[in-house]
């Protein structure tokens, strides 16, 4: 790879035009390889990956989109401390290196990061990472979701930067480190061999653009391109109007400290020309149980939110973290102090971005959102009448949040997730696991009442045919997602389960191992989205729309909205409507 | 053309600005008509057309064996919505299957707190649970009684749909309870359309299944009615034989069927065009091809390997275009078989502009034919690709299609609009603005290849369509491909596409077992579906007219995964019965397809997923004549000369302008040089050479090295 073998400069518009489409293509493709290749349903449907390019001190060059944005500030943060540990100038081409250590700009144990330097003229110029929730990591639960942890030990083996390939080849003293911590090992080693894969596929589509534009160039590049997120990001900011916005988001519990409150507060300050702070002060002491978020899983969060209010379409790099000014204290649930657990770090994290939406949703007014549901988690295993384990990670998403003018949309990865996180259809999970789906549906009334409503939670009921175990990890269900400017809080959902005598069980929000005997059923609601604006200023036609597509009961057009529905007619009643509406304003006053 | 004996074959291509019609006689023989497309009855443009070919050609239409029709009809009903109310029909506790989707974002979406998720193409209220359930292996969970069937059957009929998609869980396993709900209400609703997902494509994962069977019925009462007006209108001008239709993986299907099973041309006219791009790659030696096709508001690109399109079944109507994978949440999606295009929006027509940041920017906004670019003095301010080409040279001023004058004043005013804040000159700006759209093409072109694990430079670049051969040279550069064919009748390859294509049907059958599992089953599902194959594709029939050439094709192959993963690889079977001997072949090749797919082995064991069958049955068509190749100076078509600015030159220099009308085989150019055809123009840069080969078609090469 020479580096300045070629003319072509980056103040040209058309050369930075072509590298940087070659290096958005080289990310994305590594994602997809690692994503189909990896063993986990979580990853292959979820898309909790990512693939980047850095530049050789760490900063984002590119970043794949099609993965979870819970990751944007994974790989940025997590390559100082390779770094540190293992100086660039130490590496040989051929070198893979892995780490997972969340105090160390990781997330926690189960996601692992893999870096590859990329080599011109003998020295490294950039770094091709990759980052998949793998299997297993071993730790005191199966597949990583440790709902009772509270010290990241708990959580799984802690890697810190170790040379997992030397000269392409696997490091074994490594690999069998990792395979003996497993409980799934063949899953795990798969898994980061297809992270390896990943940063190959960067590797060499970067080795292709070198060899025609000069590593040199693509060096310049990435400088320019950061300048231009940078320069992009503060024109957008610049027309939010100044002002300091307070915003607090209440996590509903830890699953440890029943009593505890965690409160995640921001003040957001911008200063009109393109600069913004925000400082979490007053954010609740860390946790003893697993919702704490390392620093770096805060900051994707931050730039996520903040990122709502400026162009969509600006690149995703380095440039985009630079108009930010975090202010993290320490020891606090945005950035604990080890070795707090972090597996359940998305409450925090989503908390934050909450915090963020409302403060700039009373700076931006036309522009507001109610919260949102999050996504709800759960794990059933059981043994299959062969005597194998059989075990599968399951999601499902909730409401999103109204927004000003329009009703939240239903049952949607939340903003913050949404991507490419879909969910696994039925039939082929069917096939594959001893259990029957008997229905799933919209859960009608569970958007939160408003002017604008918040979107639907969904309810569905699976049937086990052999005995079980379900483990859940619920979050905003004992505190559902709030409305703003009078709109009410969506739905909570609940877990329950079903008994063959009849009886119905409530399944706390988060709980481990309840067992479940074949052909009983669990039962999950997830939560709706908060409304925005008072329900009574709704207009009725819509409630009655909300009717006619089941999303709300002709009861709850009358409790939620004041709207009286004429069933017969299928149409409102316009004078009872304004007879329940007056009453109601009357009482208000 | 001769006026007695020979048959005759119209290819008719519907496009958004023109209807190709290509009239082909089994001498060889080839006519054109070229017609605006009439958006209120694309027939009115059609029979236009082929009484333009007809007449031009002075061919009686009873002499007319064979049309094949290349059509949008399907995509845009499901576009537009434009179709009536139609039911879903489903399994108890899933009305919402289709509401629910996969509840997916799209990422471009993701920062936008506003964004609309795709509306279900069935009203909620429309939507209608029969009590029946089948469990993953078939077994009947919840019987279907005579009891349940009457209620669901009364509810819909009391609703009146237009059109009734009936999707059951695991039916694609047990079509069981699908098939009587079926057949009950076409007894009771003998005018609507009703459609059974077992029938469409009987593949596992009931939302994309559910879907692909709501967009039959949806399309299903258009297209019948459509057909039966094309038909009629084809009789009257004296044409009698039956109407056939490009389906969306390069085959060519009845009339009757497309209205059955009409979801399967979604892609028709995409299909058409790669398909065409195949076969002038395989008349000129070539059968690993990339398909390049640019119009007016996107360009597409697909490849052929082996002489055979590739395919996806992950195909998303309306979807946006991406770098691979799954695109969930961007459009309607199916689970049919399509042709693997990737469409970016770069045409002529896409607008240059510049972002928030400074930078330059193509697309994807368009001008489209109206007010179209700004050289067309139609009104259009806004530069667009082809005032830069225009202001580069490689457009003749005096003469487009149409007698349209193009004017160099106004294009150089639009691109002082992206020059001046950019601080380049108007030549400078309209380089930039060729050069990126090049580069959003590319990319184009990396989804359908190095994306696929494919290495381009080992193919050859077929570009085709009004803007295609303008941009193929310069795009094979960036890929290191050594040799670009651009088709004999470039811009109306589509339709030479169709009337140059054999019937054929692809069938698919779910059947979920570890291997090496029971092989007599693997073996009985995969003679059912070649049976069927063949029936479809009227076995036993003579093909009115004689027009059989004889033979049917039958491929096999299945897809399989490593058990515990959910992505599946699809291998080829080899031709006969399966029998136990093949397992171990199968898994081979599974592993070497994974290994391929995703550069290392998996250990897990290879589980059977979905039976494919594809059959072709050979039929008449356009076969093209070679003439006799005297190599000689093409310099004798040369029509004048004009300066023209290419990429990697500082300055523009003077290139010899030739007139392709009176090129013929054997002539031979260094470039650099311009070809101008009666409806494209075709670039040599410099450094390439330019020859015409024995079918009339152009082949570019590169003649010195690639620079460093």
Request: charged share 20%; with cysteine.
């Amino acid at each position: 790879m020479p580096t300045d073998a070629v003319t072509p400069t980056i103040d040209d518009p058309i050369t930075s035009e072509i590298i940087r489409n070659g290096l958005m293509v080289a990310v994305e493709e590594a994602s997809i390889a690692v994503v189909r290749s990896s063993h986990s349903s979580f990853i292959q449907e979820g898309a909790d990956a990512c693939a980047a390019l850095l530049d050789a001190d760490g900063g984002l060059v590119a970043q794949s989109t099609t993965t979870s944005l819970m990751h944007s500030a994974s790989l940025r943060c997590s390559l100082p401390a390779l770094l540190a540990d293992v100086p660039a100038a130490s590496m040989a081409p051929g070198d893979v290196f892995a780490q997972n250590d969340p105090y160390r700009g990781g997330i926690h144990a189960n996601d692992i990061v893999v870096f590859r330097p990329i080599f011109a003229e003998g020295r490294v110029v950039f770094f091709a990472g990759t980052l998949i929730h793998v299997a297993d990591v071993g730790g005191i639960s199966v597949a990583g979701l440790a709902a009772l942890a509270t010290d990241t030990f708990a959580e799984g083996l802690l890697l810190p930067p170790v040379r997992l390939y030397a000269a392409d080849e696997p490091v074994a003293d490594v690999i069998r480190i990792i395979e003996r911590n497993s409980r799934a090992p063949d899953k795990v080693i798969g898994d980061v061999k297809a992270l390896v894969a990943g940063t190959s596929v960067i590797a060499r589509r970067v080795g292709e653009l070198a060899d025609r534009y000069g590593a040199g160039t693509l060096v310049r590049f990435a400088r320019h391109a950061m300048d231009h997120a940078e320069r992009q990001m503060r024109a957008g900011l610049a027309r939010i109007p100044p002002g300091t916005y307070e915003g607090a988001f209440e996590i509903d519990g830890d699953g440890v400290d029943a009593d505890r409150e965690f409160t995640v507060r921001v003040a957001v300050t911008l200063d009109g020309s393109g600069g913004v702070e925000l400082d979490f002060a007053g954010t609740s002491p860390q946790a003893r149980g697993m919702i704490n978020s390392s620093y770096s899983q805060t900051l994707s969060g931050v730039l996520y939110a903040v990122r709502c209010f400026v162009d969509p379409t600006i690149a995703m790099n380095e440039g985009c973290f630079r108009p930010l000014t975090t202010r993290l204290p320490p020891g606090t649930l945005v950035n604990p102090a080890p070795p707090a657990a972090c597996g359940g770090r998305l409450m925090t994290v989503a908390a934050a971005v909450e915090a963020i939406l409302g403060a700039l949703s009373a700076a931006r007014p036309d522009h507001a959102v109610g919260a949102s549901s999050l996504i709800h988690v759960w794990t059933l295993t059981g043994v299959d009448p062969s005597g194998q384990r059989w075990l599968n990670l399951f999601y499902e998403f909730g409401g999103l949040g109204a927004r000003t003018g329009k009703d939240g949309p239903d049952a949607t990865g939340a903003f913050f997730l949404g991507g490419r996180s879909v969910i696994p259809q039925l039939e082929p999970l069917e096939a594959q696991y001893p259990f029957v789906v008997r229905s799933t549906r919209l859960w009608p009334d569970s958007g939160g009442p408003g002017e604008a409503r918040g979107g639907l939670g969904v309810e569905t009921v699976i049937e086990l045919l052999t005995d079980a175990e379900v483990t859940v990890r619920g979050a905003r269900m004992d505190i559902p997602p709030p409305g703003r400017g009078g709109g009410h809080p969506g739905a909570a959902g609940t877990w329950s389960v079903e008994r063959l005598d009849g009886a119905s069980e409530v399944v706390p929000a988060k709980a481990t191992n309840i067992p479940l005997a074949a052909g009983e059923r669990f039962v999950l609601r997830t939560s709706g989205g908060g409304g925005l604006g008072p329900p009574e200023r709704r207009d009725p036609r819509l409630v009655l729309d909300d009717v006619r597509s089941g999303k709300v009961t002709v009861a709850g057009a009358a409790r939620d909205y004041g709207v009286v529905i004429d069933v017969e007619r299928d149409a409102v009643d316009a004078g009872a409507t304004a007879a329940l509406r007056a009453e109601r304003s009357g009482r208000h006053e | 053309m001769s006026e007695t004996g020979g048959r005759y074959y119209l290819g008719v291509d519907v496009g958004g600005t023109f209807t190709d019609v290509v009239l082909a006689g089994s001498d060889g023989s080839v006519r054109i008509g070229k017609v605006l497309t009439t958006p209120g009855d694309p027939r009115d443009g059609i029979v236009a057309g082929i009484r333009a070919a007809l007449d031009g050609a002075g061919v009686e239409t009873s002499a007319v064996s064979r049309v094949v029709h290349g059509t949008t009809l399907a995509t845009n009903v499901v576009i537009e919505r434009s179709g009536g109310p139609v039911a879903l029909v489903t399994t108890e506790g899933f009305a919402d299957v289709l509401r629910l989707g996969r509840e997916a974002r799209v990422e471009e979406d993701r920062y936008d707190l506003f964004f609309d998720p795709v509306p279900p193409p069935v009203d909620p209220r429309l939507t209608f649970e029969a009590r029946e359930r089948m469990d993953a292996h078939g077994k009947p969970l919840v019987a279907l009684t005579a009891g349940a069937l009457d209620d669901v059957v009364a509810r819909v009929v009391a609703a009146a749909p237009s059109g009734i998609a009936v999707c059951f869980l695991h039916a694609y396993v047990n079509p069981e309870h699908e098939r009587a709900v079926t057949a009950a209400l076409r007894d009771a609703l003998p005018e609507t359309f009703v459609v059974a997902s077992h029938e469409i494509w009987p593949e596992i994962r009931e939302y994309e299944r559910a879907m692909t069977t709501v967009v039959c019925a949806v399309v299903g009462p258009v297209m019948a009615g459509y057909l039966d007006g094309l038909q009629a209108r084809l009789g009257e001008l004296g044409i009698t034989c039956p109407v056939e239709i490009m389906e969306s993986s390069g085959g060519v299907m009845s009339a009757a069927r497309a209205a059955r099973q009409p979801v399967l041309t979604v892609e028709s006219g995409g299909a058409a065009g790669v398909t065409a791009a195949g076969i002038v790659g395989h008349t000129a030696g070539f059968d690993d091809v990339i398909s390049f096709d640019m119009g007016g508001t996107t360009a597409k690109a697909g490849i052929v390997r082996h002489g055979r399109p590739a395919i996806t079944h992950d195909f998303q109507v309306g979807g946006k275009g991406s770098f691979g994978g799954t695109r969930a949440g961007t459009g309607v999606p199916l689970k049919i078989p399509v042709v693997d295009l990737a469409e970016v929006g770069a045409g002529g027509g896409s607008i240059a502009w510049v972002d928030a940041g400074g930078a330059l920017r193509v697309g994807p906004r368009s001008a489209g034919a109206d007010p179209g670019p700004a050289c067309y003095a139609r009104g259009g301010t806004e530069p667009t690709v082809t005032d830069a080409n225009f202001l580069l040279g490689f457009l003749d001023p005096a003469g487009l299609a149409g007698g349209v004058t193009l004017s160099r004043d106004l294009a150089a005013e639009a691109m002082t609009r992206v020059a001046e804040p950019l601080g380049l000159t108007v030549l400078e700006a309209a380089r930039a603005v060729h050069e990126i759209v090049n580069a959003t093409m590319a990319a184009a072109i990396r989804v359908v290849t190095v994306q696929r694990g494919i290495d381009p430079r080992e193919f050859t670049l077929v570009g085709f369509g009004g803007a295609g051969p303008m941009h193929a040279a310069r795009l094979a550069e960036t890929f290191g491909i050594p040799a670009v064919v651009v088709p004999w009748a470039a811009g109306v390859a589509s339709a030479v596409g169709l009337v140059s294509s054999d019937l054929a049907v692809d069938l698919v059958q779910t059947h979920v077992t570890d291997l090496p599992g029971d092989v007599e089953s693997l073996e009985a599902v995969f003679a059912a579906l070649e049976h069927r194959g063949r029936g479809e594709l009227g076995a036993g029939d003579d093909r009115a007219g004689g027009a059989d050439a004889g033979g049917f094709v039958v491929t096999r192959s299945a897809d399989l995964r490593a058990r515990g993963q959910a992505h599946q690889l699809t291998v080829e079977l080899p031709p006969g019965p399966f029998d136990a001997a093949d397992v171990p072949m199968l898994t081979a090749r599974f592993h070497e397809a994974y290994r391929d797919a995703y550069g290392i082995d998996t250990g897990a064991p290879a589980q059977f997923v979905n039976a494919r069958v594809r059959v072709v049955r050979r039929v008449d068509k356009l076969t093209r004549q070679a003439e006799p190749v005297t190599p000689h100076d093409a310099s004798v078509a040369r029509a004048g000369e004009r300066a023209v600015l290419f990429p990697d030159l500082p300055d523009p220099v003077e290139t010899p302008v030739l007139d392709w009308t009176r090129l013929e085989p054997g002539a031979e150019l260094a470039g650099p040089a311009v070809v101008e055809g009666p409806d494209t123009t075709v670039v040599v840069p410099p450094g390439w050479g330019v020859a015409v080969d024995r079918w009339g078609n152009l082949l570019l090469r590169r003649e010195i090295a690639q620079k460093p």
